[in-house]
C-alpha cells in the first residue's frame, strides 16, 4: 500500500466544511494529523467545538483539535450566520462533544508538525480564513519550503464575489493572511467559486447522501438542507453549492477537476473591492504564476465520491 498523503485541516466549521472533515475522515488516502480551527463562519469558541462534534460523528474522537486564531490579522471579524446559522452547525441535532481540545495552539502545532515530518510531506487543507497558516509563516518562515503545497476553497473570479461583490468569503474575511499565503511561494491549489458554485447539492444527490442509511448519512443529509437554504434563495437554483469538500476531492481524484497556472494578488487596499482575488487567467501580466487555479468540476463524479465515502463512516 503507498504511502497516506498526511493532512491538516485548517477550518471553521460550517456545515461544508463538516462535510469536508467527514470525507477526509472517511478516506485511507489521507492521514490527518490534526484539525486546526479559526474564527470564520461563525466565532472560534463554536469552530472548534463543531470540528469535535464532526470527529465525534464520524467515529474519530482520537483526532487531534486545536484552536487558533480569534480574529483576523488587521481586522475585525465577520461572521456568517446568515448562511450557517447560529451555532455554523445548525440543521442535525448533534450532542455536545465529549473529546477534549488539545492544549496549545493551532498556529504551533502546525509549525511544530510541518517541521518535524520530512519536508515536502504535509499538505495543509484549508476552508476557511487564512488567518492561521499567515501567523505560523510569519512566525516561522522556515515552515514554508517543507509544505508540501496548500489546497484551500477561496477567491473568485468569473464568478466574482459572494460576500461582496467582488470578493468570497474566506479570503474576505483576513485578505491580509491571504496575501501572505498567496506570497509565500508554497505551491497553491486554489478552488473559488468558479468551480464551487457547479458542485450543487440538488435534491437527487443529498437524497442519495441520505439513503446510505447510517447517522453520518442522516446528519449530513440534515446539515445540507439547512446549508443550502440560503443559496437557493439566492441563486435561485435546485441546491446550493459544496464549496470545502472540493479541496479533499481533489486530493483524492484530482481528475475531477480542472484549471490553470496563474498569478492570484488579493486586493488588500480599496474599501469597494478588498479582499477580491486579482487572477491572471488570460495572462496579461507578468506576474510570477504562484496557483493552479481550478474553474471546472465533474460534479457527479465529485458527488459520487462523496457518497461512497461517507457510506463507510
Ligand atoms: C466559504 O465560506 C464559508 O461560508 C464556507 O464554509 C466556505 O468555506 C465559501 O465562500
Ligand atoms: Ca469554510
Known amino acids: 500500500m503507498t504511502a497516506r498523503q498526511k493532512i491538516i485541516i485548517d477550518t471553521d466549521p460550517g456545515q461544508d466544511d463538516a462535510v469536508a472533515i467527514l470525507l477526509a475522515l472517511a478516506s485511507p488516502e489521507l492521514e490527518v494529523l490534526g484539525i486546526t480551527a479559526v474564527a470564520g463562519n461563525v466565532p472560534l469558541h463554536l469552530t472548534e467545538r463543531n470540528a469535535r462534534k464532526i470527529c465525534e460523528l464520524a467515529g ?67 476552508l476557511g480564513p487564512l488567518t492561521n497558516i499567515a501567523l505560523a509563516l510569519n512566525r516561522d518562515p522556515r515552515i514554508a519550503p517543507r509544505i508540501q503545497r496548500i489546497v484551500m476553497m477561496g477567491g473568485g473570479y468569473f464568478e466574482q464575489g459572494n460576500v461582496t461583490p467582488s470578493a468570497e468569503f474566506n479570503i474576505y474575511v483576513d485578505p491580509h493572511a491571504a496575501d501572505v499565503v498567496f506570497g509565500s511561494h508554497i505551491p497553491i491549489v486554489m478552488m473559488p467559486l468558479d468551480v464551487t458554485h457547479k458542485a450543487l447539492t440538488t435534491r437527487k444527490r443529498v437524497d442519495a447522501i441520505r439513503a446510505i442509511g447510517t447517522p453520518v448519512g442522516k446528519a449530513t443529509a440534515e446539515l445540507l438542507d439547512f446549508f443550502e437554504r440560503f443559496d437557493e434563495t ?31 494578488t488579493i486586493e488588500t487596499m480599496s474599501e469597494l473591492t478588498l479582499g477580491a482575488t486579482v487572477i491572471d487567467w488570460w495572462y496579461v501580466t507578468d506576474r510570477p504564476r504562484n496557483a493552479h487555479v481550478m474553474r471546472d468540476i465533474d460534479a457527479d463524479g465529485f458527488f459520487a465520491l462523496l457518497t461512497e465515502r461517507l457510506a463507510r463512516l
Open 234 to 264: 439566492k441563486y435561485g437554483t435546485d441546491g446550493g453549492p459544496l464549496h470545502d469538500p472540493c479541496v479533499i476531492a481533489w486530493l483524492l481524484k484530482p481528475e475531477l477537476f480542472s484549471g490553470r497556472e496563474c498569478n492570484v
Open 60 to 126: 474519530r474522537p482520537e483526532t487531534p483539535v486545536f484552536k487558533g486564531a480569534i480574529r483576523p490579522l488587521l481586522r475585525h471579524l465577520v461572521t456568517a450566520e446568515a448562511v450557517h446559522g447560529k451555532t455554523g452547525l445548525d440543521g442535525p441535532d448533534l450532542p455536545e462533544p465529549s473529546m477534549k481540545l488539545q492544549p496549545g495552539h493551532a498556529v504551533d502545532f502546525i509549525i511544530d508538525t510541518v517541521m518535524h515530518h520530512n519536508a515536502g510531506t504535509v499538505t495543509l487543507c484549508t
